[in-house]
Structures are given as C-alpha cells and as structure tokens.
C-alpha cells in the first residue's frame, strides 16, 4: 500500500511539473499548448547533448554536473517556448481559438520530427544516471534518487508559487488572467508578462525532462506525448487554470493511475484513471481547485 | 506504431483510400505488367523500417538482401541471365508508411516481396500486395495474424509467434522454473505471444502463471508493473514487446530488487536493450531465431557481410539474405515472373538449405520447424544459451 502511494506521488510529480505550464497558460491567454509536452522532449534532448558533449566529466562531477545541466536545460526551454510564443502564438492571438489551437499541435509536431530529424529517431540512452541507495520506509521502497527529484520538483513548485503569489510579476499574472484588457489599461505591459509566462512554464517542462532522462535513462522524440496528455489531464483535473490545482490535479492523477494499476491490473489503468476523470468532471466540471475558471466565466 | 495514437482517424481514412486506389491499379495494370518485360532486370520489393525506431534492424535486412542479390547476380542472376534487383522502400513499423511502401513498390513492378518487419505494418501490405499477384516472402514479421489473414501469396520464413512459445516453454520447463508472469505491451504481436505462451503452460500443467499482465508502451515510468510482478513474485518474467519498453522494465525491476530470472521475445533483442537497460541486462534471456552471432559456421558469411557494409549483421540479417536467395528460387523454378507460377513453386520448395536448416512450408505457409533457440545477454551483447535441441 505505502508503495503504491509513494510510486503514485512520484509519477505525480512529473506530471504536476508539466501540468502547471499547461495551466499557467491556458490561465493567461486560453490556449491549450499541445507542444508543451514536447518542451519536455526537448528538455531532455538538450540535457542529452550538452552532457554527451561534455564527455568523461560529468561522471566524475555526479550530481553537481547534472545539477548544473538541469539550470542550463530549463533556461534553453524556456527560451524555446518564448520564440514558439512569439513566432506561433502571438501573430494569433486576436484570431479564432481554433486557429491557435491548430497551431499548437502544428508547434507540437515541428519539435517532434525536427528533433527526429537533427537527433534521429531511435532512442538515446542517458550518459549520467542517477543511481542511490534503497531504502524500506512502512513497506515502501525509496531510493535516493527518487527522493532528490521530488525534492527538486517540491523547490520549483513552491518557487514559482511564492513567485506568483508574492511579487509585481505574478500580481501582474494573476490580473492578466481575470481581465486582459482591464490590465493593459491600468498599466501592466501584457506582452512581457505572457512571455515570462512561456518561459517559466516551458523551463519548469524542461527541467521535467532533464529529471526523466536521468532518472529513466531512455529518451526518444516521442517521449512527450503520452506524459503531455496525461499532464493536460492533471491540469483539467486540477482546474486549469489554477496553479496550486495542477500540482494537486498532477498527485491526483499518479495515484490514481497507481490505484487503477493494482487494483485492475495494468491493461485496466488508463480506463480506470479517466472512467474517474469523466465522473469527476461531470459532478465537478471546474476541476477539484476550480473556482478561478466560474470567476472568470 | 508509436504516431498511430494520435493520428488513428486520419491513418483510418487514409489507409481506406490507399486501399481504394491499390485496387484500382492492380485491376487496370496487374495483366499487361507481367508479360511486357521479358529482357530487364527481375525486381523484388523490401518492405522494411528504413526510419522510425526499428531503422537499425531495417539496415541488417536490407543490407543482407542486397548480399544475397549480388552474389545472385555474379553467378547469372535468374532466369537465364536476368538480373535481379533490390528495391527497397520505408516501413517505418507504421502501418500507414507500410501502405504507401507496399503501393510504390507494386506500381515500379516488383514481381516478389522479401520485406516485412513490424507485424503491424506489414498486415495492412498483404491485400496490396494480393491485389497485384506477388508472392510475399516475409523474413521477420511472424504474429499470428499474418497466418490467420489465410493469404495464399504469404510466406513466412521466420518462426510464428506459436513457434516461439513453445520455445519460451520448452526453456522454461528444461531449467524447471515453477511460476512466471507473462508482461506485453498491448501490441498485436505481444499480445500473441503472451496469449499462446499462457495457453500452452496451463495445457502443461506444470507451470503456474502468476500473473499475465500489459503495461502501455510510450511511458517512462513501469512501476506499476513492476509492483504487480513483485507481489506475484514469478520465478521468471517473460516480456514480449519491443526493446524500448523492455529496457526500462528490465531496470526498473532489477532496481526494485527483483532476482528472479527475465526473458524478452524477438522483438527485444536488440543491442539498445543493454544500453538502456546497463549492467541490469546482464543475464537477460531471450527466444529468438538465430542470429549470425549465434550459428554455427556462420563466420564466413560474417566476413562476407562485413566486407560489403563495413558493419556486423544483426538479428533478421540471415532470414533476409535467406529469404532473397528462396525467392530466386523459386523464380527459377516456376520458370517466369508470374505470381501464381512462383506461389506454385513456393508451395512445392522441399528441403531448400537454409541457415535455419532445411526449408519446407507447412500447409499454411510457416515453416515446418521454427528454429527458435534461447540466448542471453552477456557482456552486453545477445549470445546463444542454450539451442533448445
């Protein structure tokens, strides 16, 4: 039992980490990014290369290398999802929603197969793994390097919740999103901030992908389309939108995936998962931590 | 495989107007094509993956035929003196690609297909390749499915997923392992394997199945598997899907501290699976046909191959190489290119020498014995364990 909950919060927060750039956008300008799981992919291919190249060393460095990768990753990702907001998005934003939605599946294959193209399709196995001790917690296994990345993953969180609760920027998030508009009138350069937007929740996919690439030690072009589904989920589940509800919907959704697992058995999980969704969302449509979306409505 | 999911409607309505336009041409061209060119070269058509994941085992196929018709074509080629020649097109292990592949090579006039790697990209090729009268030769793909189609133009020269099963049982009963769990990725070709392996043990009796499981392919985290296989705790773990999946589970159990032992079906042998997988593959079984590696005498035809590609065969090189040579064959026998003479002669192949020993096809169009053998993986790299005789 203890090990199903402790592998369900793990996956968790892999998928709260993606969750929260899906919602922190679809807070602020009502799109749902569908490349944003190939952020991830990205991510990790970035951390891939830049440790490949480095060679012998970051063997030796361990942890501190990789630490070093993760930053290096999350700032190219989030440089990659300004650009994409920039070139994709912006020129759109005053046209139908369908038209920005197609976009960003087009955005979504674009990564895909250019990364195929350039890396090629097979998968790549990680040069640095994170490797540790085991050991037994009320019946659970836990290895260090779990608790490292959910460590690493709880300091983003909490981050970029201080930083949207506490300062001028997430203020100016916060308005943007309850009446775009009304911002630009009282001041708040809209702009800026829907791109520091991009960035942040494009860097946080990025660090997503470092971690699993480490962790799992495969990664392959496709690897952000399963996990982008099922961290859209945990965004909707949550309250898309809401930033504490995708790290909730995000914990949510791993557990009930590890519930559904063992319970029903594996070809049984994702019927589970989103039997419940679907019943959740008739009784609930604005998600467990929804009341931002009726707001706004 | 992999791309379907998303595009599962589109791929659905493009393969229904390929088919529709496949069976247009086949009508209009399929008679004259034929008889009209007597003098050129003999084409023969491979299907396989040149891109997508599954490209590396693409290269050892292709490279392999292109052995085989070389060394055809030096000592005359078919039919007195007609050169034969390799077509090869992409199958990606995507079925719509597959299609498209099948089409292209009918419509440039090949006259035998020796392609044919993904079952699930290479079903969806037989009424194309039907429709147009030529024979198919597949040297890899072997799910079940592919027999039940009940096509009369297919030919399978490895060993079925029925084959294979019996092998995974054979080892099993021979090391006298008590309990296993069988694990597939929901694929066509997994899901065969596991069924039959299933089927068989409880026929045996002497096995239990602790658990029969499937996890989805495309994820990075399999712990759900893994706490499931931990508390059935199987004496072996028979994995049956592709080595992508399985590396991750190989780590992931061997990381949750799992001693017992791990066996992959065909489609996980591959030199990624010890990649991704480090020092944990280390002991991994296998059921698998021969490979190069593994086959006694086959050093010669190593070199052969290394001499002309500057890189080792691989898993599917052999039934390749084999399948290019079977095909001349029979051209040769059947005394033309028309698809029924070939078929004819096919039928009738009694014996022919191969490197999965002698050749004859069942009633059904598999071979008469699967020639599947156990390997493991030793200093991360497949070699033979045991050859199950």
């Known amino acids: 039992m203890t090990q199903i909950i402790w592998d369900g919060l793990f996956v968790g927060s892999f998928y709260a980490l993606i969750a929260l750039g899906y919602s922190m956008v679809y807070g602020i300008i009502k799109l749902l990014n569908f490349a944003h799981g190939d952020i991830y992919m990205l991510g990790a291919f970035i951390g891939f290369v830049m440790l490949t190249s480095m060679g012998g060393l970051p063997g030796a460095l361990g942890i501190g290398a990789l630490l070093v990768v993760l930053l290096v990753s999350m700032a190219l990702t989030g440089g990659a999802g300004v650009l994409i907001e920039r070139f994709a998005y912006r020129p759109l934003r005053k046209a139908p929603r369908l038209a920005v939605l197609i976009t960003a599946v087009g955005v979504s294959f674009t990564l895909q197969y250019g ?39 709880a300091i983003l969180m909490i981050s970029l919740n201080t930083y949207i609760q506490k300062t001028s920027t997430g203020r100016a998030m916060r308005s943007i999103s309850l009446d775009m508009k009304g911002s630009l009138l009282m ?24 971690m699993s690439g480490a962790y799992y030690g495969k990664i392959d072009f496709m690897m952000g389309f399963l996990i982008g589904l099922k961290a859209f989920t945990a965004a909707v589940i949550g309250g898309i939108g809401n930033i504490q509800g995708a790290m909730l919907g995000g914990l949510v959704l791993g557990l009930l995936e590890a519930f559904g697992a063992s319970v029903f058995g594996g070809e049984w999980r994702d019927v589970f998962s989103f039997v419940v969704l679907i019943l959740f969302l008739t009784l609930r449509p604005t998600g467990i931590l929804g009341e931002r979306v009726t707001e706004r409505v | 495989m992999r791309i379907s999911k998303r595009s599962t409607l589109l791929l659905g309505v493009a393969t229904a107007m390929l088919f529709a336009t496949s069976g247009c041409s086949g009508g209009l061209l399929g008679g004259d094509d034929a008889g009209s060119d007597d003098t050129g070269p003999v084409k023969l058509a491979m299907v396989v993956p040149i891109s997508g994941p599954s490209a590396p085992s693409g290269e050892y196929m292709s490279n392999a035929a292109q052995l085989a018709v070389d060394e055809i074509n030096e000592a005359g080629g078919v039919l007195d003196g007609r050169q034969l020649e390799l077509l090869v097109e ?20 090949a006259v035998v297909s020796v392609g044919g790697y993904c079952s699930g990209a290479t079903l969806p090729q037989l009424p194309i390749f039907e429709e147009a009268n030529v024979p198919m030769i597949i040297p890899a793909a072997n799910s079940q499915d592919l027999v039940k189609a009940g096509k009369k133009n297919v030919f399978l020269v490895n060993g079925t997923g029925n084959q294979q099963s019996n092998a995974a049982l054979e080892y099993m009963l021979k090391t006298g392992v008590a309990s296993v769990a069988l694990v597939d990725d929901n694929d066509s070709y997994a899901v065969d394997i596991t069924a ?18 499937s996890v989805t392919p495309g994820e990075s985290d399999y712990s759900a598997a893994v ?29 949750a501290g799992f001693t017992g032992q791990i066996m ?33 005498g086959g050093g010669d035809w ?21 399948a290019v040579r079977l095909a001349a064959h029979a051209i040769d026998e059947a005394g033309s290119t028309d698809g029924d003479a070939i078929i004819a002669a096919l039928e009738a192949v009694d014996g022919f020498k191969m490197f999965s020993g002698p050749l004859t096809f069942t009633a059904d169009h598999t071979l008469s014995s699967g020639g599947f053998v156990i390997l493991s993986v030793q200093d991360g790299a497949f070699a033979l364990e045991d050859d199950l005789s």
């Open chain 1, 115 to 153: 990364v195929s193209a350039i890396m090629g399709s097979n998968p790549r196995s990680y040069p640095v793994r994170l490797e540790g001790d085991v050991f037994d917690v009320l019946g659970a296994r836990i290895s260090l390097p779990q608790v490292l990345l959910m460590a690493i993953a």
């Open chain 1, 187 to 210: 001041g708040i350069n809209v702009n800026s901030v829907i791109t520091r937007t991009f960035f942040i929740g494009s860097a946080l996919a990025g660090a997503a992908g470092v």
């Open chain 2, 90 to 109: 992409d199958e990606a292990c995507d079925a719509q690609q597959g299609v498209a592949s099948a089409n292209k090579a009918v419509s440039a006039g």
């Open chain 2, 196 to 213: 039959e392996t299933k089927r068989l043990i409880e026929e045996d009796g002497t096995i239990t199945v602790a658990l029969s499981t």
């Open chain 2, 227 to 255: 706490r499931d296989i931990m508390s059935a705790n199987p004496e072996l773990v028979y994995w049956t899907g592709y080595y992508q999946e399985g590396g991750l589970i190989i780590n992931q159990l061997r990381n």
């Open chain 2, 264 to 296: 992959v079906a065909d489609g996980s042998v591959d030199a990624s699976i010890s990649e991704i997988a480090g020092a944990n593959a280390e002991g991994v079984l296998a059921t698998m046909t021969q490979t190069p590696d593994t086959l006694e």
């Open chain 2, 302 to 322: 190593i070199a052969s191959y290394e001499d002309a590609f500057g890189s080792a065969p691989g898993p599917f090189s052999l039934q390749s190489y084999d």
